[in-house]
């Protein structure tokens, strides 16, 4: 499996990893400790929070279709939805949320098509469908034990104890991209080094 592919993976699965610990207590949450929290309210969270993703993420997928720096993009879309766990932590009303979804679908819009178009690039030839379902099943396993855990956490240690380790794992996932971003320039130079050592050859029998 290529290297690029099993940091993406890897990366993705602290990100997602780290939301699913809040997603079983997000409405309770929401409901208990906000000024004009309720259960409506914090379904209309979740419904902007798709809603901005998906109108962001269509024309922005067609604009980095034809750029080459796609990595650029996935680093600030996975760091503007890593400050969402800290709005939370010091959100007192609903409309603190609201904003922090907007946030979150903003930073999910520009991150998930990049990280779709880059997966794509870097898969395995005739192992298309192995390499996704490692992706599918690392995530669902990740989110599986994460449910549980969340709730746990937050149930034992509060609410914001858990927003803080979502935000740190999810800052650990957008980290791994920079480790991510110097195997891409190392790809690169050594693809520069291939073409010029051709040439070299060609010119010099």
């Known amino acids: 499996?290529?290297?690029?592919?099993k940091l993406l993976i890897v990366s993705e699965l602290f990100l997602f990893t780290g939301f699913s610990l809040i997603d079983p207590f997000l409405a309770v949450f929401v409901k208990e400790d906000l000024v004009n929290g309720s259960l409506i309210a914090a379904g209309f969270a979740t419904t902007l929070f798709l809603v901005i993703k998906s109108v962001v993420q269509l024309p922005f997928s067609k604009y980095?279709?034809?750029?080459?720096?796609?990595?650029r993009f996935l680093i600030i879309?996975?760091?503007?939805?890593?400050?969402?766990?800290?709005?939370?932590?010091?959100?007192?009303?609903?409309?603190?949320?609201?904003?922090?979804?907007?946030?979150?679908?903003?930073?999910?819009g520009l991150a998930v098509p990049t990280w779709l178009g880059l997966f794509t690039t870097h898969i395995d030839k005739?192992?298309?469908?192995?390499?996704?379902?490692?992706?599918?099943?690392?995530?669902?396993?990740?989110m599986a034990v994460s449910g549980l855990v969340g709730a746990?956490?937050?149930?034992?240690?509060?609410?914001?104890?858990?927003?803080?380790?979502?935000?740190?794992?999810?800052?650990?996932?957008?980290?791994?991209?920079?480790?991510?971003?110097?195997?891409?320039?190392?790809k690169k130079g050594k693809e520069v080094g291939d073409i010029m050592i051709k040439r070299h050859k060609m010119h010099h029998p």
């Open 152 to 186: 746990t956490i937050a149930s034992f240690l509060g609410f914001k104890i858990t927003f803080i380790i979502v935000g740190i794992l999810a800052l650990i996932g957008s980290s791994i991209l920079f480790k991510l971003e110097v195997q891409e320039h190392k």
């Open 64 to 71: 980095i279709d034809s750029h080459r720096d796609k990595l």
């Open 77 to 108: 879309g996975s760091l503007i939805v890593s400050t969402v766990p800290f709005i939370y932590i010091f959100a007192t009303r609903i409309e603190h949320i609201y904003i922090a979804q907007i946030i979150r679908g903003v930073g999910a």
């Open 126 to 142: 005739g192992k298309e469908s192995f390499e996704w379902s490692i992706y599918s099943t690392s995530l669902g396993m990740g």
């Open 1 to 5: 499996m290529d290297r690029i592919i």
